[in-house]
């Protein structure tokens, strides 16, 4: 298929992206790209009033009037009668798809890198704000003890008053303590 450069800037214009442009119409997006921004170099210019009328290519006396589509040359190679030509037709078909593919790849390798990065940004910020959520949280406030809970075990033991040896000394344990040492 045969792409003028105006369908590709009319599809620019309808709001179409470069790469949906060569999607749709198999150019290549470098290519696609290439012409959008001289079109839009030339209507800058244009506007600014530094246009200048271009200058037509010289063209040799034995150059062909137009390039061949690529499209064209490959059908061109596939009907020819000599083997060799039709041979390097499809060898030529083949390099263009290994390349098309690798592009592909290549484009979408990018995209997910980059997104990578971008989520990796944004994982970062948030464990900064848990952190952050974490670290302004209350935490128990302890208070600290005014007794030493070995010695009002042993001052239980003697008062024949049942507390555990191990873990924390009842509360009701640590009152009656305190009431018997405040008197004294």
């Excluded at 696609?32 to 200048?52: D, K, P, Y």
Aim: glycine share 4%; charged share 25%; proline share 7%.
């Amino acid at each position: 298929m045969q792409v003028t450069t105006k369908t590709l800037i009319a599809m620019h214009r309808d709001g179409l992206s470069d790469q949906a442009i060569a999607d749709r119409t198999g150019v290549e997006l470098a290519a696609v790209e290439r012409i959008i921004s001289a079109h839009q170099n030339e209507v800058a210019a244009h506007r600014a009033g530094t246009l200048t009328p271009p200058r037509p290519a010289p063209v040799a006396a034995s150059a062909p009037s137009a390039t061949p589509d690529v499209a064209d040359l490959l059908s061109w190679a596939a009907d020819h009668p000599s083997p060799s030509i039709r041979t390097a037709g499809v060898r030529a078909s083949t390099a263009l798809d290994v390349l098309q593919n690798r592009r592909r790849q290549d484009a979408e390798l990018e995209a997910v890198t980059s997104n990578v990065k971008e989520l990796e940004a944004r994982i970062e910020k948030l464990r900064a704000r848990a952190a952050e959520l974490r670290d302004g949280q209350k935490t128990r406030q302890v208070k600290p003890r005014d007794y030493v809970p070995a010695e009002v075990r042993a001052w239980a033991r003697e008062e024949g008053i049942p507390c555990p040896v191990a873990g924390v000394v009842p509360a009701s344990v640590v009152a009656a303590w305190r009431a018997s040492h405040a008197t004294s």
